[in-house]
């Protein structure tokens, strides 16, 4: 189960997978209706998550 999720946690850092979660939360906001923009929010706060995580492994291992 560790190693699941630690694929999982190194899948969902990649760059290109943080610039997706960030596109997609900011794409929910802008076209879903008034009552459902709270959950683009809770994207947007799943997708610093993963900055931050992102940005922490690049800091601790620079040759990924």
Same mark, same amino acid.
């Given at each position: 189960? /560790? ?5 999982? =946690?190194?899948?969902?850092t990649?760059? *290109?997978?943080?610039? =997706?979660?960030?596109?997609? *939360?900011?794409? +929910?906001?802008? +076209?879903s209706?008034? *009552? @459902?923009?709270?959950?683009? @929010? ?8 993963? @900055?931050?995580g992102?940005?922490?492994? /690049? ?6």
């Amino acid at each position: 189960m /560790k190693k699941i999720l630690k694929r999982f =946690w190194n899948y969902m850092t990649r760059p *290109s997978m943080v610039i =997706w979660q960030y596109t997609y *939360s900011f794409l +929910t906001y802008f +076209t879903s209706p008034q *009552s @459902l923009r709270y959950l683009s @929010l809770i994207f947007l706060a799943i997708a610093t998550v993963f @900055l931050v995580g992102m940005i922490y492994q /690049k800091k601790k291992n620079p040759t990924i």
